[in-house]
């Protein structure tokens, strides 16, 4: 049945209503059962000198690494992440990056969407990629995608380190076609191999030119270029 209690002292003649038993009694307190999508275990990690705290189930839900590990059984059944005193400790990987990929899977705020620079995109692309969250990675590389479109260096960078395969020949072939030589910077991310690839081809671009003489002419515009990059670029680089 229910009660009705009146505040009388608030000044608004403002009216509190308990509908049902009282929510703190002991005989209520006795049927509680726990909620199957909202009563949420946490977890503790350790990442350099920085603890995080956060609920555990996006971790069991998106990440095929942190499934298994969860079902490991635990020395003396303690396992690691319970408390702050004894957190689950992950190594090489930096505060900043860990804080990065928490953003992406517990946004601050439901009405704004977490805004991430490309550095740090590419911080949640890595774990992702180490910790085998296939639908975080996915998001990170769609975004990538949108950011670093007029960045063929990075592309390629990102495209090597993380299979990012459809942005291989792309990148390539902005980097063959465009008017500017390889900076030192772009050559030291690259490598020398593949410096000397591009070099290459950029060289062969010019010379299947259609022009009258084989000198060197600044003028010329590489994309102009009469070579089948595709099937030449495939070749060299092994891409299938």
């Known amino acids: 049945m229910s009660t009705q209690h009146n505040n009388r002292n608030s000044g608004a003649g403002a009216q509190w209503f308990f509908l049902g038993p009282n929510p703190l009694s002991s005989s209520s307190m006795a049927t509680n059962r726990n909620d199957p999508l909202y009563y949420i ?100 590389i769609q975004q990538l995608d949108k950011m670093i479109k007029k960045d063929p260096t990075r592309r390629l960078v990102l495209a090597r380190q993380f299979e990012i395969d459809p942005w291989v020949l792309p990148a390539l072939k902005s980097l063959v076609c465009r008017e500017e030589s390889l900076t030192a910077e772009e050559g030291h991310r690259l490598g020398m191999d593949t410096v000397i690839k591009i070099a290459n081809f950029r060289e062969r671009c010019y010379l299947s030119s259609d022009r009258y003489d084989y000198k060197w002419d600044l003028k010329k515009v590489r994309g102009e270029a009469t070579l089948d990059l595709t099937e030449e670029l495939s070749k060299e680089f092994g891409i299938a």
Do not use: H
């Open 41 to 140: 275990d946490l977890i503790t990690f350790q990442v350099e000198d920085c603890l995080f705290r956060v609920p555990r189930s996006q971790f069991e839900k998106e990440s095929e690494y942190f499934q298994e590990l969860f079902t490991v059984p635990a020395p003396n059944n303690k396992p690691d992440g319970l408390s702050d005193e004894q957190p689950l400790v992950l190594k090489g990987v930096e505060s900043d990056s860990f804080r990065q990929l928490l953003r992406v899977l517990y946004p601050r705020d439901f009405k704004v969407k977490e805004i991430l620079t490309v550095g740090q995109w590419a911080c949640v692309l890595a774990l992702s990629d180490m910790y085998r969250f296939p639908r975080v990675r996915a998001l990170a």
